[in-house]
């Protein structure tokens, strides 16, 4: 019933209206394959260059090699940095100062103070910033 309703309520009007839709509609698609033709030449330019250029094992090898060695370094460091920051002694109220004022965990805090060697004003004024 809905459905009668509405096609007798339609005017003519509204069948010109699609009429436009649909002759306005086949002049549109021409301008996008326009634009796709272009993005694929471009990527054509792209692809071109990189099946060019070969990477040679050797080149791979050396590369993977410094990563791994500056990963290790890295991790070396990062451990002796913790060594040092655990040898910090900070006292309990400093620690319970800046959990209340800052509001953050019991870790934050004291790795916050153990970076600023126990000083609870620099480990604030740090936090602040």
Do not use: C, F, W
Not at 53 to 62: A, G, R
């Amino acid at each position: 019933v809905g459905l009668r309703v509405g096609i007798d309520m339609a005017t003519e009007g509204d069948v010109e209206l699609e009429l436009e839709t649909e002759t306005s509609g086949p002049e549109r698609p021409p301008e996008k394959p326009r634009k796709h033709d272009s993005g694929a030449a471009d990527l054509e330019r792209v692809t071109d260059y990189a099946e060019e250029k070969e990477i040679q094992s050797s080149n791979l090898e050396t590369a993977m090699s410094v990563i791994g060695d500056r990963r290790s370094r890295e991790q070396k460091a990062k451990q002796e940095r913790e060594k040092e920051l655990a040898k910090v002694t900070i006292k309990k109220e400093d620690l319970e100062l800046i959990m209340t004022e800052m509001e953050i965990s019991r870790a934050a805090a004291e790795r916050s103070l153990r970076e600023h060697m126990g000083n609870v004003v620099e480990a604030l004024i740090a936090l602040t910033n």
